[in-house]
């Protein structure tokens, strides 16, 4: 079992839809979570940084963290096609030295 | 624009050949990660070095090497390279060493064996 799991789309939306983006994972010492936005055949950059549990937001972006359930979401309001690109959940822990990547799901946001 | 550089963009090799990828990390940035990124296995890590010194390993393989210059800049060695070594590599940078710290990726290399 992979530590992080993550459905690898595609996700088609039109655009001005509210999208959900969904991350599991399997140790429960994890306590740093991360989103990034890759576009195609660039590096990844990132979106959110979420310490915990709870929500954190930053613009139409909305970072949740369920640590009872193991599950972490991002959420896009009023999506726009230059949201289009593959999201990156990441997730770490204090001991560890790198970052676990989910597979990453590809958004396609139509116009 | 995160700051990391890595050159050269694009690399074509043959199967048994030699390369060196190169980084440059964020200005003040110590810490230097190395990932690979298959269209089967996703962003996995490879290897981290701060300020010099070789701090974890990842899913490296033996025929992979990385070193972290005293200017802090790194470089990926990949030898007797096999098809399977096809992927992009991403190196990304941080302030201190810790894995929760903000890494920044650059814009990768993506290396093709033929």
């Known amino acids: 079992q992979k530590e992080v799991e993550q459905d690898p789309g595609p996700l088609s939306v039109p655009e001005g839809a509210i999208v959900s983006l969904n991350c599991t994972y399997s140790n429960s010492a994890f306590q740093y979570f991360m989103w990034y936005r890759q576009y195609s055949r660039k590096g990844p950059e990132l979106l959110m940084y979420t310490y915990s549990s709870g929500n954190k937001e930053d613009g139409r972006f909305t970072a949740q963290v369920d640590k009872s359930s193991k599950y972490i979401s991002l959420f896009i309001r009023d999506s726009q096609p230059s949201d289009s690109a593959t999201y990156l959940c990441a997730i770490t822990d204090t001991g560890r030295r790198a970052l676990t990547f989910g597979s990453g799901t590809r958004l396609q946001v139509q116009p | 624009d995160s700051g990391v550089t890595q050159t050269p963009k694009h690399l074509i090799t043959a199967t048994g050949q030699r390369v060196t990828l190169r980084c440059s990390p964020r200005?003040?940035?110590?810490?230097v990660y190395w990932y690979q990124q298959s269209l089967d296995q996703g962003l996995q890590f490879l290897i981290h070095?701060?300020?010099?010194?070789?701090?974890a390993k990842g899913n490296i393989l033996e025929r992979f090497s990385a070193q972290q210059f005293p200017d802090l800049h790194s470089e990926l060695n990949l030898s007797s390279l096999e098809l399977g070594d096809s992927a992009l590599y991403f190196c990304a940078s941080s302030v201190a060493s810790s894995g929760a710290d903000t890494q920044y990726f650059g814009p990768g290399t993506r290396l093709t064996v033929l």
């Open positions: 070095y701060y300020n010099g010194e070789e701090r």
């Open positions: 200005s003040g940035d110590l810490s």
